[in-house]
């Protein structure tokens, strides 16, 4: 898989690599001090995007319809961040949304755009605390801190632990390990080197969030690093960079650190979740597959029991997550597909 290819190489020649594809120069920067200058220091001339071939539209509309593929940072680029930022994803509008939500389940198609990142996110973190046996600590969490059989979106910001949780299973899976391709508009330089015009750059947030010089016990789940800890998904923190960073960093993060752990919270408030025919948690298949989101190659399959705050939580569940229910079952179902 290349993002673990690109890391076991960085280990090797160091953590700005060059490669050319064909006519194209591509670079990969795969560590923190990587990360700060591709995405601080030269952000304004690595802000281009690459379009993939397959896009069937033409730059300059691109530059005009899109967000994630828009070529250049431009004015129509900006107006729509812009846009996002106040009348999307501000505190307000999704407080506004989450009364709209209660109202009108049909309104979530605003939100299709973050569907696989999230779904994606969510399968990562029941695995994880399934395979680490830590549902029984989130849960404990949600009993002491929101005693109710109602989760509002607005209690999440009370469970510590469960954001923790949030947190380390996006380090240990991002769902974009490379973010999305950059494209340098201007020739620049990185760690001294020679960055050419037009060169695709990824950034390995896989790998720095692996990184054993940054983290201790990388390869460990454990949440409890990210309680009492300043670091955030800003993209402030170039260890910690599931969602990009600079100006191109996701606009759908105020929304996305909303919803995932509403979502887990009521997952786990709602059922006990168990693996079939009392397979040993330990044992739990991890292999990633690469793919537009870096997904489990084997799909995670578990079993409900419905618990005692069930009927409480299918208010919620018909409210907020009949969207994510589906969008998890289709993702389950091209998942066994897969499989076959
Ligand atoms: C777990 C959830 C999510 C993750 C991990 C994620 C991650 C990312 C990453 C890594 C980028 C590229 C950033 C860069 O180049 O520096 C990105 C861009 C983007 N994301 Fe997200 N995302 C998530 C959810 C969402 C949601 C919920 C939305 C909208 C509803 C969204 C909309 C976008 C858009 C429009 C862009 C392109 C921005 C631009 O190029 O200017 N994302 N996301």
Redesign the pocket.
Known sequence: MPHISMANHAKAHGPLISLRLGTRVLIVGSSPMAATEI?KTNDRFLSG?CVPKANPYRSQELDRIS??W?PH?TEG?KSL?AL?RTE??SAKAIESQASMREKKVAQME?????TD??T??IEWAVAELIKNKLMRKVREELEREINKDYIHESNVSQLPYLNACIKET?RLH???PF??P?RAIENCEVMNYTIPKDSQIL?N?WATGRDPSAWEDPLLFKPERFLNSSLDLK?HDYEF?????????????P??TR??PMILASLIHCFDWSLENNEDPAELNMTEKFGITLQKEHPLLIVPKKNYNFNGCLLTICIFLIPAFVSLLIFWASGSERER
Request: hydrophobic share 50%; with cysteine.
């Open positions: 995405l995007r967000l994630v828009a940072c680029w961040r996002c999307l994803f605003l939100f299709s755009a973050g990142t999230t994606t996110t996006l991002p769902p974009a973010l999305v950059r950034v947030v993209g960079l599931p969602f990009g960073s600079g100006r191109r960093i996701c606009p759908g993060l929304m996305a919803q995932l």
